[in-house]
């Protein structure tokens, strides 16, 4: 090789450094472009008697400077990052729906349970009782708006879904193509990695995974395998699987992610393998807190017309008659599985006496065959009860066959309070109607010589009451330490010759009261039907007392620990709590993605600084190169000289 050869391969070796500088510099502000650079090498010298003489140089290759390891761990963070945005966003409006107080729980119940104490003051009232009613209704209202706002999120989360699930087709389309340039362009470039094409595809990869955590493979051929969740592919090689959005059979309400399968046919992905990524932020706040949140709203809702109704049929309204339901609120929701091969459904109603019990969960259950056939799933915390049969009462709920006739791995879904609060309304609209009375009354004989008094008398829980609850009842001493009671409406002698202590219950018909004080034989006294006891607030005072009672919340082994307005208040704080987690993991993900970011930008960024100076080093290169062919061409003409 002679001195031209040795100065054109150092200026084809500048020029190539001076386009690569040149092509960071104009790239310095392109999304996931990784700076270039040229690896140098030498040519093969030539041996000669005096040793190894130089040829020259040569490159080699146009290096991408990138890290795998960086990359990784940026990929890592960003998917976590995005993750809590998406859920964040969604959050948020449910805490400042709960946190607005004028479009809350806590005033409307307020209002009506200050209605129920006007009503106890005076009972005869039309205008007080009209007042009681309305507030009931604005009370229903209220649970139904925001049950609806709930519906409308959930319905907005279904859409979303459905709009990560499209992008994500399109990058994984995107990336499969891409893949397969890279693949031709390293064949035909005698294995020469093609950088840009490289940046596109890991920028690409990033898009993905800010939409779903995505795991990758390097394959022989330089293309990626990219798989989500515990191993689904998305692209491998030149292939794209698609993903699709599809009701969960269990649950037409939900839409869910679906891996399009061989046929077309779509496959269910478990929710809990989707995770990172907007994507998976949509899910878990669908799952851990929309799902909650409708539930222990429908629980309130259940619990208040389950305890109200109860007492208030307890009660007597205007007309005489004995009190109907106060309020109308839809039973649990059954889904069965729409991949069952058998037939119906069971079911499944809230047992007003473990009502208390009701944990705001939902549960799957599960035909499964053998000795124990029943499989109750609580999906809030994946519990499991087996039962070898039905019906069954958990937590608050009684789950009977009914017409269900599974065959095996037939299961359905039982939303116990997911529709509460959207169903929930006031059952009468005429004020008459309201049982403010209790309908027994007692009273003693004049003529009693005694120093006995008998309480007023109430009556027994649970409703419907006794048939023979309004009958006259007598209670006679026949003798200052014994009595007889008789009803004296049917005729028929209750007891006979019972001992006298005073303040003992005293339990007939369905009402129980109490005599006190020393009666004397001969002494009368009676339980009553209340006729005209329009002035008695004695049951409207007892319905105003659930306001201050723990009605929800208990368990098998303790009693309730929360009242309505209580609970609300848990739910609110629950919400704003998970608000605020969310925020600070975000903050905390957002903070490791930047550091990440910059780590891997510090290395493979371009620095138009450092550029400039390449430049500058490449340009004196190739002007020292120009500068040898031009001594070569010198000394050329000087021997051509010498031979003229």
């Given at each position: 090789m002679s001195i031209f050869s040795i100065g054109v391969s150092g200026l084809n070796a500048a020029q190539t450094g001076m386009l690569t500088t040149s092509h960071n510099i104009s790239n310095a502000s392109t999304a996931g472009y990784s700076r270039q650079a040229i690896v140098q090498g030498t040519n093969v010298p030539i041996f000669t008697g005096a040793g190894f003489i130089g040829q020259?140089?040569?490159?080699?290759?146009?290096?991408?400077?990138?890290?795998q390891f960086l990359g990784s761990q940026v990929l890592s963070a960003q998917a976590s990052s995005s993750e809590m945005d998406s859920y964040l966003a969604q959050i948020k409006q449910i805490d400042n729906l709960l946190a607005d107080e004028s479009a809350g729980l806590s005033p409307a119940f307020s209002a009506f349970f200050k209605g129920v104490q006007d009503v106890a003051a005076n009972p005869i009232s039309t205008p007080a009782r009209q007042s009681m009613l309305s507030a009931a209704q604005a009370l229903t209202s209220r649970f139904q708006a925001l049950d609806q706002t709930l519906t409308g999120i959930r319905q907005g989360t279904n859409q979303q879904i459905a709009?990560?699930?499209?992008?994500?087709?399109?990058?994984?389309?995107?990336?499969?193509?891409?893949?397969?340039?890279?693949?031709?362009?390293?064949?035909?470039?005698?294995?020469q990695p093609p950088n840009d094409l490289l940046d596109q595809r890991?920028?690409?990869?990033?898009?993905?995974?800010k939409l779903v955590r995505v795991s990758t493979v390097t394959q022989g051929d330089g293309s990626y395998g990219v798989f989500i969740g515990n191993g689904q592919p998305l692209v491998v090689g030149n292939q794209a699987y698609q993903l699709q959005a599809v009701q969960a059979s269990d649950d037409p309400g939900r839409t869910t992610v679906a891996m399009v399968g061989v046929g077309g046919t779509p496959l269910t992905l478990p929710e809990s393998q989707i995770t990172g990524g907007s994507l998976g932020g949509l899910l878990n706040f669908r799952s851990q807190t929309l799902d909650s949140t409708q539930n222990a709203?429908?629980?309130?809702?259940?619990?208040?017309?389950?305890?109200?109704?109860?007492?208030?049929?307890?009660?007597?309204?205007?007309?005489?008659?004995?009190g109907t339901n106060f309020f109308n609120v839809a039973g649990p929701v059954v889904l069965p599985n729409g991949l069952n091969t058998g037939s119906g459904a069971p079911t499944v109603s809230i047992d007003g006496a473990t009502i208390a019990q009701l944990s705001g969960s939902d549960y799957k259950l599960s035909y499964v065959g053998g000795t124990t056939p029943y499989r109750l799933t609580r999906l809030v915390d994946n519990q499991v009860q087996n039962f070898t049969t039905l019906p069954q009462t958990v937590d608050g709920i009684t789950i009977s066959?009914?017409?269900?006739?599974?065959?095996?791995?037939?299961?359905?879904?039982?939303?116990?309070?997911?529709s509460g609060a959207s169903t929930l309304v006031a059952a009468f609209s005429d004020a008459r109607q309201i049982a403010a009375a209790a309908p027994v009354r007692t009273s003693m004989a004049l003529t009693n010589t005694g120093t006995a008094a008998i309480s007023a008398g109430t009556v027994d829980a649970p409703p419907p009451p006794n048939p023979n609850l309004q009958h006259k009842v007598t209670i006679t001493f026949t003798s200052a330490t014994t009595f007889d009671v008789v009803d004296v409406t049917s005729t028929t002698t209750l007891a006979t010759g019972i001992a006298y202590t005073t303040g003992t219950n005293l339990a007939y018909n369905g009402w129980t009261t109490q005599i006190t004080g020393s009666p004397a034989a001969g002494d009368k006294f009676t339980v009553e039907a209340n006729a005209n006891g329009v002035a008695d607030g004695r049951n409207v005072a007892l319905l105003g007392a659930l306001q201050t009672s723990n009605t929800l919340m208990s368990s098998a082994t303790s009693g309730p620990t929360a009242s309505y307005q209580s609970a609300y208040a848990q739910i609110v704080s629950a919400v704003g709590s998970k608000t605020n987690e969310v925020a600070a993991i975000g903050a905390a993900q957002q903070g490791l993605a930047d550091h990440a970011t910059q780590a891997l930008q510090s290395l493979s960024g371009v620095?138009?600084?450092?550029?400039?100076?390449?430049?500058?080093?490449?340009?004196?290169?190739?002007?020292?190169?120009?500068?040898?062919?031009?001594?070569?061409?010198?000394?050329?003409?000087?021997?051509?000289?010498?031979?003229?």
């Open positions: 020259g140089t040569r490159v080699e290759t146009v290096k991408r400077i990138y890290d709009g990560q699930i499209t992008q994500i087709n399109t990058y994984s389309s995107q990336l499969a193509d891409i893949n397969q340039r890279i693949v031709l362009a390293q064949a035909g470039g005698a294995n890991d920028q690409m990869l990033s898009d993905l995974n709203l429908g629980r309130i809702a259940l619990t208040l017309a389950q305890n109200f109704n109860d007492q208030h049929k307890l009660g007597q309204d205007l007309n005489g008659a004995l066959t009914g017409a269900w006739s599974p065959n095996a791995n037939d299961s359905v879904l039982i939303q116990p309070t997911r620095n138009l600084d450092e550029e400039a100076a390449n430049l500058l080093r490449y340009q004196q290169a190739y002007q020292a190169s120009a500068k040898v062919l031009q001594i070569a061409s010198k000394i050329f003409d000087e021997i051509i000289a010498l031979g003229q």
